[in-house]
């Protein structure tokens, strides 16, 4: 597969099937992600996969976040959507998250937050030609301490994102881009 059509025809996976990836499949996905542009050579990123028994208190700490948050209600239906969400969770083979140390300078931060960003979209790449599939998530939980605190990460690091990895279970269908033209203008 040649990188153009990698770049078309990847998509964001929301269904995978059981079968975990393989760390040697995964540790190469994120050694082509880490040619990713980076200034000053920083190469900001860090990644934990929570894989296997490993994804158990993950995903609890995510759970436990969405009910500090209020998302999930501590009622009856609260706790119908408390053994779904963990049912579903847990499904997922593999739940990277990706962050990086926070600079104190914005403008670094600024760099790093852009280079950790195309990493892993060199990640979901690269993952596409080895048939694996990812789902970019940005959510609540990521900004919440208690959540930091209950994974062990130190808090002078910044969650860009965790993405959810496996082998597609169905693959949707493409979601046209608008025409280029309509948003691109040489100044001449
Ligand atoms: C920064 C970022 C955050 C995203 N967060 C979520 C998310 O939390 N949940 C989700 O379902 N999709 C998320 N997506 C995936 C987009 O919904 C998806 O890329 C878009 O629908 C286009 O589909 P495609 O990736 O298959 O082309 C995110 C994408 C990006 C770039």
Redesign the pocket.
């Given at each position: 597969m040649d990188l153009l059509q990698a770049l078309q025809e990847r998509?964001?996976i929301?269904n995978f099937k059981r079968d975990p990836v393989d760390k040697l499949t995964l540790s190469t996905i994120f050694t082509y992600a880490s040619w990713a542009p980076t200034h000053y050579m920083k190469e900001p990123w860090r990644i934990h996969v929570y894989q296997g028994e490993g994804r158990k208190a993950f995903v609890h700490a995510i759970i436990a976040s969405y009910e500090r948050s209020g998302m999930i209600k501590r009622d009856q239906k609260g706790e119908k959507m408390k053994a779904s969400m963990t049912d579903f969770l847990l499904a997922i083979p593999h739940h990277a998250l990706i962050y990086f140390p926070i600079d104190a300078d914005p403008i670094r931060y600024e760099e790093d937050y852009a280079a950790v960003s195309a990493f892993i979209q060199n990640a979901q790449l690269a993952a596409w030609t080895f048939d694996v599939g990812m789902?970019?998530?940005?959510?609540p939980y990521m900004h919440d301490p208690a959540f930091y605190k209950d994974i062990g990460l130190d808090e002078q690091m910044k969650i860009a994102?965790v993405m959810q990895i496996g082998y597609p279970q169905k693959i949707?269908n493409s979601?046209p881009r608008t025409p280029i033209e309509d948003k691109l203008t040489f100044m001449t």
């Open positions: 998509r964001s929301y789902l970019w998530t940005i959510t994102a949707p979601k």
